[in-house]
């Protein structure tokens, strides 16, 4: 906002240049960003409603000066008609204007304003229109308390009725817009319809024109929340809105237009009617706060005494009594005092915050550095980059349609979202990766390989629980075509394999894969990621009815697991040191039913040879013409290695044999 310096030392008057005035306010909150020909440009804090006006600032400079405001003469010459008998108001939203004052001001003369006024106006950034608009912003400008002016004989009955819009009512404000407006928002209205929008704008029914020459002046308080909803919704701002949405003063409706009445007969002619028409809800009983002075020093990193505190205190007007601790009684002009760590705040200003020390840091100095989760995480982004896949970041709302077709449940529904796209937060990573999958096949893209490490949220026993996964994606080729010209292509073993190689580089363990359906996947091609007895996640390729009906040409496998489970199983890993004895590897075959799977063989595997078998492969698998349909041949490589000692034959032969008894126990396999 812009403060002609000389109007606001008009009220607080100080011997101080304009760099010593813009220096201290800047230095105490108010920071005058420029100044230039006399005008300050201060930027106001939303909380500092009090400061949008000279009188306001005034208040400032007084403080930091140990001066008294001075408050303008608002006495108001009368006439003998009452104002009762010349207007009626009526409220009927008291919550949402707890205060409304009228005057009649009669006989005006609508003209240019005089040059000591057009100039104040001007200077402080607002345009010059007439005597009576201006002084409704004069006084605006003067006391921070928004004024309306109405052309008295345009009111249907003389009437001021406060009320909320009626469905579909809508007003031509006085910029030439057609306003709708919802029952919401409140407006000022006479006997038969709305002239105004109460806190924003007038509407062109009723304002001031050339031809006018007897004015009702409107000074109010209204609810800074309803002015904010309603400025937005109609999409204006204005200098109006702008106070009342950081709430002015209730005590200073009366004050302001007793001055505006003033200043109207001094510019404009004319005979105030007797009296002021005030409709006042607003409380009268002043809060108060105490301080005390050790919390205050020990907010504030200092050793003022409580003398300080109260002469800070009492330049501000806040009547400070006491000593430990120390009261004080609030205006009403000053909302933002609600608590002690506020009152602390003003002695810190007032005294200045140049005296707050520059003390080093005492204590331990701590060192930075990555949590545990936070490390491996990063390791689960090493290992999807090294699968050949990108990280998708989506936000953490999601398109409940997409949700619910994959089978998720969403807990947590918004009800104003911005978008459709954005209604529900999210209880899974995978409906954002599958958008980001369909996305970029939009794009002609046909390879594609998606990531996120992220939050989900989901009800678990009835109660709300946040946790981390890893989901994942995959369509397309995933290699560059070979000699014979055809690429593979990503499918459900495809990623089983990726997801099994990231286990292994995470020292997580080997995951197993148990058969399960789940709602919006291939009912065939699903298995649930079991670790350490553990179900942590699931894996499967996407449905294709669901594939048809998103426009997804080719299979979509993806998995998503828990991150937390990953890594309290990659934490349990151990770390053995290199061997010392050379190992000795034996190859051992066999033919067993088909209907026996790799896991079973490879169990009875590992209990018949015991611990001195540190790896076991399957190299072969046949499955032809030289076999019986229901026959399979299967071929293992066993490595066998001892930690103290050189493994002879003798020993390698015995644990090769007493596997091969084991399959032909248990497996019904005639070893070869």
């Not at 209604?423 to 954002?432: F, H, Y």
Request: glycine share 8%.
């Amino acid at each position: 906002m812009k403060y002609p310096l000389e109007w606001v030392l008009e009220y607080a008057p100080v011997d101080w240049g304009a760099e010593v005035v813009a220096e201290r306010l800047t230095m105490s909150g108010s920071e005058v960003e420029h100044m230039r020909d006399g005008v300050m440009e201060v930027k106001v804090t939303p909380n500092r409603g009090d400061t949008l006006s000279m009188v306001g600032l005034a208040r400032e400079v007084a403080a930091l000066s140990r001066q008294n405001v001075h408050i303008p003469d608002t006495a108001v010459p009368e006439g003998a008609v009452s104002v009762f008998d010349l207007a009626r108001v009526d409220v009927d939203a008291q919550d949402l204007c707890p205060r409304y004052a009228a005057r009649v001001v009669q006989g005006v003369k609508i003209g240019p304003s005089p040059e000591w006024l057009a100039q104040r106006v001007e200077a402080a950034g607002l345009r010059s229109i007439s005597n009576v608009v201006d002084i409704t912003n004069y006084v605006m400008l003067e006391f921070g308390q928004p004024l309306h002016a109405f052309d008295y004989d345009l009111l249907a009955e003389n009437r001021i009725v406060v009320r909320r819009a009626k469905p579909g009512e809508t007003l031509t404000t006085i910029d030439g817009d057609e306003r709708s407006l919802s029952p919401d928002m409140l407006v000022i209205a006479d006997a038969d319809k709305a002239v105004a929008v109460a806190g924003v704008m007038g509407g062109v029914d009723s304002e001031i024109s050339d031809g006018t020459t007897n004015v009702l002046l409107e000074s109010a308080h209204f609810d800074a929340l309803s002015i904010r909803r309603t400025a937005k919704a109609l999409g204006m701002s204005t200098d109006a809105s702008y106070r009342f949405e950081r709430t002015v003063d209730p005590a200073g409706v009366v004050l302001a237009i007793d001055r505006a009445a003033q200043l109207l007969v001094r510019v404009a002619g004319g005979t105030v009617a007797q009296g002021v028409i005030d409709r006042d809800w607003t409380p009268s009983r002043p809060r108060v706060l105490s301080l005390r002075p050790e919390r205050c020093n020990t907010i504030l990193g200092l050793e003022f005494s409580a003398e300080q505190m109260t002469d800070a205190l009492a330049s501000l007007n806040l009547s400070p009594v006491g000593e430990s601790p120390i009261q004080c009684t609030i205006p009403t002009y000053r909302p933002d005092l609600v608590r002690e760590d506020d009152l602390a705040e003003e002695v810190g200003r007032i005294l200045g915050y140049d005296l707050i020390p520059a003390n080093p840091v005492n204590g331990e100095h701590l060192h930075g550095g990555l949590s545990a989760p936070e490390r491996f995480r990063r390791q689960l982004h090493t290992v999807a980059l090294s699968c050949g896949w990108q990280e998708a970041v989506n936000p953490t709302l999601a398109d409940d349609e997409i949700v619910c077709a994959l089978g998720f449940t969403a807990t947590a529904r918004l009800s104003n979202p911005l978008s459709r796209e954005v209604n529900v937060i999210r209880p899974s990573l995978l409906p954002g990766v599958v958008d980001s999958i369909r996305r970029n096949l939009r794009q002609q893209r046909t390879s594609l390989g998606f990531y996120e490490i992220g939050r989900a949220h989901q009800m678990v026993d009835g109660a709300p629980r946040e946790d981390v996964r890893w989901a994942a994606a995959v369509i397309g080729p995933v290699a560059t075509p070979s000699w014979t010209g055809q690429p593979a292509v990503a499918d459900f073993y495809t990623l089983k394999g990726s997801l099994e190689s990231a286990f292994a580089a995470l020292r997580a363990g080997a995951p197993e894969f148990t058969a399960e359906t789940h709602e919006g996947f291939h009912p065939g091609r699903t298995a649930g990621v079991v670790l350490n007895g553990r179900r942590i996640g699931f894996i499967g390729e996407l449905h294709p009815d669901l594939a048809a009906k998103w426009d997804i040409a080719g299979r979509l496998v993806m998995f998503e697991v828990d991150v937390a489970a990953l890594h309290h199983a990659a934490a349990g890993a151990k770390f053995a040191a290199l061997p010392r004895f050379p190992g000795a590897t034996r190859d051992i075959s066999f033919v067993v039913d088909r209907s026996l799977k790799q896991a079973t063989i490879a169990a009875i595997i590992r209990e018949a040879a015991g611990p001195l078998l540190t790896d076991l492969t399957l190299f072969d698998l046949y499955r032809g013409e030289r076999l019986s349909a229901d026959k399979q041949s299967m071929a293992y490589r066993l490595t066998l290695r001892s930690d103290d000692r050189t493994l002879s034959d003798e020993e390698a032969n015995g644990i090769r044999d007493a596997v091969r008894a084991a399959l032909a126990e248990k497996a019904g396999a005639p070893t070869q």
